[in-house]
């Protein structure tokens, strides 16, 4: 066994692979997109809840004042 390898692989193919991982691991580039994302849906899926109940009470509304008419 090479004294320079470790699992297989050289220590240095090893070195760059740690690195890799850790520019990964500190990257929160991605993180602020799915937060972005996770507000995006949170205000979707309140303007589905508002729009339908508005949308049910203008209905009714709309419906009084045609028969009144």
């Given amino acids: 066994m ?3 390898t470790y699992l297989g692989n050289s220590i240095e193919d090893n070195f ?3 690195a ?3 520019r ?3 990257d929160r580039s991605g993180v602020t997109a799915i ?3 996770l507000i995006a849906a949170l205000i979707a899926v309140a303007a589905v ?3 339908g ?3 049910t009470d203008l209905s009714g509304t709309f419906n009084t ?3 009144s008419l």
Wanted: glycine share 12%.
């Fill in 16 to 18: 760059l692979k740690g």
């Fill in 2 to 4: 090479n004294p320079l």
């Fill in 35 to 37: 937060e972005y994302g």
């Fill in 65 to 67: 004042v045609a028969t």
């Fill in 49 to 51: 809840v508002v729009m």
């Fill in 20 to 22: 890799i991982v850790l």
């Fill in 53 to 55: 109940t508005v949308g």
């Fill in 24 to 26: 990964l691991i500190e």
